[in-house]
T-cell receptor, first 115, second 112 residues
């Protein structure tokens, strides 16, 4: 079974500052994927970044980077140079191996960017 | 760019009514999913499909049913809506072997 834990229900960050959103996971699969999604107040889910368990380097997408520490089973999202538009819910998720894997989501972190 | 559509976006309906939430995708994805999400809470998988005529129940028990007669279409039906069904319903799709799930805009359902 897969489990995702996000321990920060809410966070504040000053505009232009960097922020780290925590995510830890648990799985018995030797191969898995880790994701982050952003959900603005409008409700849609926006894919941000993906990290494969065998990827040697941490994933980066623009201002988003995933700090993957396999031994600690953590996959934290780092947002650099925060913008007001970054205010949203952020969900960490994981999928198992195989082509028909399901995705398990965490409980989310609400990020608010302060001007 | 992902093309996955959900209708209606908002629905307010009385108790006991039958409703169908529509979800369509134009990407030819075999995998499709329905999630239920209360405001500010996590997503719960309620149904999924890995292809035509394939449907499975998800991790969260739901009184809804789904069908997958065509690859692009994955409707969700509630035979008799109740206030406890009030929630947001998100549809998603993905490629076999792919990692990303593409989400639709969601349907916000309110049952009075």
């Amino acid at each position: 079974a897969q489990k995702i834990t996000q321990t920060q229900p809410g966070m504040f960050v000053q505009e232009k500052e960097a922020v780290t959103l925590d995510c830890t996971y648990d799985t018995s699969d030797p191969s898995y994927g880790l994701f982050w999604y952003k959900q603005p107040s409008s409700g849609e889910m926006i894919f941000l970044i993906y990290q494969g368990s065998y990827d040697q380097q941490n994933a980066t997408e623009g201002r988003y980077s995933l700090n993957f520490q396999k031994a600690r089973k953590s996959a934290n999202l780092v947002i650099s140079a925060s913008q007001l538009g970054d205010s949203a819910m952020y969900f960490c998720a994981m999928s198992g191996s195989g082509g028909y894997q399901k995705v398990t989501f965490g409980t989310g972190t609400k990020l608010q960017v302060i001007p | 760019e992902a093309d996955i559509y959900q209708t209606p976006r908002y629905l307010v309906i009385g108790t006991g009514k039958k409703i169908t939430l529509e979800c369509s995708q134009t990407m030819g994805h075999d995998k499709m999913y329905w999630y239920q999400q209360d405001p500010g809470m996590e997503l719960h998988l309620i149904h999924y499909s890995y292809g035509v005529n394939s449907t499975e129940k998800g991790d969260l028990s739901s009184e809804s049913t789904v069908s997958r007669i065509r690859t692009e279409h994955f409707p969700l039906t509630l035979e008799s809506a109740r206030p406890s069904h009030t929630s947001q319903y998100l549809c998603a799709s993905g490629m076999v072997g792919g990692h990303e799930q593409f989400f639709g805009p969601g349907t916000r359902l309110t049952v009075l």
